[in-house]
């Protein structure tokens, strides 16, 4: 049974950090392109990060380039998001996905498999 599995998310003040963990199982992540996307209450699922499998060259949107950070371990069949200097606006339900493209993409229309999310909230 191939899954992903989320990890890492909880309550942050503002400012601080998270790691967000998405360990695939059933599969390996090597051939595929893997993105971090959230929903917050009330709103669209957005993109946040994303990766491929064959550069290795990671995107971010706007909102959270220079805070977040998406790094894979390809032997280890996990990919991490690294949040830092986290803001109220960051809070939201955080799923990895992953497409069998292998590109970096952020329509999440293009994803094959998705994780059931981790709840991130930033507040004092």
């Known amino acids: 049974q191939l899954q992903l599995v989320e990890s890492g998310g909880g309550l942050v003040q503002p400012g601080g950090s998270l790691r967000l963990s998405c360990a695939a199982s059933?599969?390996?992540?090597?051939?595929?392109?893997i993105g971090w996307f959230r929903q917050a209450p009330g709103k669209e699922r957005e993109g946040v990060a994303c990766?491929?499998?064959?550069?290795?060259?990671?995107y971010y949107v706007d909102s959270v380039k220079g805070r977040f950070t998406i790094f894979r371990d390809n032997a280890k069949d996990t990919v991490y998001l690294q949040m830092n200097n986290l803001k109220p606006e960051d809070t939201a339900v955080y799923y990895c996905a992953v497409n069998g493209f292998r590109l970096c993409v952020l329509r999440d229309r293009d994803y094959d498999y998705w994780g059931q999310g981790t709840q991130v909230t930033v507040s004092s």
């Open positions: 059933g599969f390996t992540l090597d051939y595929y392109g």
């Open positions: 990766i491929s499998s064959s550069d290795g060259r990671p």
